[in-house]
């Protein structure tokens, strides 16, 4: 199988299942939105219960999806700012990677091959006879 066919069987794949996922998941959203279409009252003022200084009237489920999306960016959020130090440690070890690179080309004699470029065949053994 080539490259080309090969990347296409995991587009397509990728594609069937985001759909297999994200229809259903759809069509739930959907059917929450329709039966939580009633408006609420959100009082950001918590010292006047009566008469609120800043109010907010908008429909329950706009209010529940605000609220996930608020979730989901804030746990990102979190764990981006967690990971932070194993990226610097990555920026870090890649430097170094990088520096002891260019130590080993300036170590190599000028007629030697660089890596990777016409590196010798590898040993053919044949199996076994039994």
Same mark, same amino acid.
């Given at each position: 199988?080539?490259?080309?066919?090969?990347?296409?069987?995991?587009?397509?794949?990728?594609?069937?299942? /985001?759909?297999?996922?994200?229809?259903?998941?759809?069509?739930?959203?959907?059917?929450?939105?329709?039966?939580?279409? !009633?408006?609420?009252?959100?009082?950001?003022?918590?010292?006047?219960?009566?008469?609120?200084?800043?109010?907010?009237?908008?429909?329950l489920?706009?209010?529940?999806?605000?609220?996930?999306?608020?979730?989901?960016?804030? &746990?990102?959020?979190? /764990?981006?700012?967690?990971?932070?130090?194993?990226?610097?440690?990555?920026?870090?070890?890649e430097?170094?990677?990088?520096?002891l690179?260019?130590?080993?080309?300036?170590?190599?004699?000028? &007629?030697?091959? !660089?890596?990777?470029?016409s590196?010798?065949?590898r040993?053919?053994?044949?199996?076994?006879? &039994?």
């Amino acid at each position: 199988m080539s490259g080309q066919s090969q990347s296409g069987g995991l587009s397509l794949l990728r594609k069937t299942v /985001a759909a297999i996922i994200l229809i259903p998941l759809a069509v739930v959203i959907i059917a929450f939105a329709v039966a939580n279409r !009633h408006i609420v009252t959100v009082s950001l003022d918590p010292f006047s219960s009566s008469e609120p200084a800043a109010v907010v009237k908008l429909p329950l489920f706009l209010l529940i999806i605000a609220l996930l999306i608020v979730g989901v960016i804030i &746990g990102g959020a979190a /764990a981006w700012l967690r990971q932070g130090r194993w990226r610097r440690a990555a920026r870090r070890l890649e430097r170094e990677v990088e520096t002891l690179r260019a130590e080993i080309q300036a170590l190599k004699p000028p &007629g030697e091959a !660089h890596a990777g470029e016409s590196l010798p065949p590898r040993l053919q053994l044949k199996p076994p006879t &039994g």
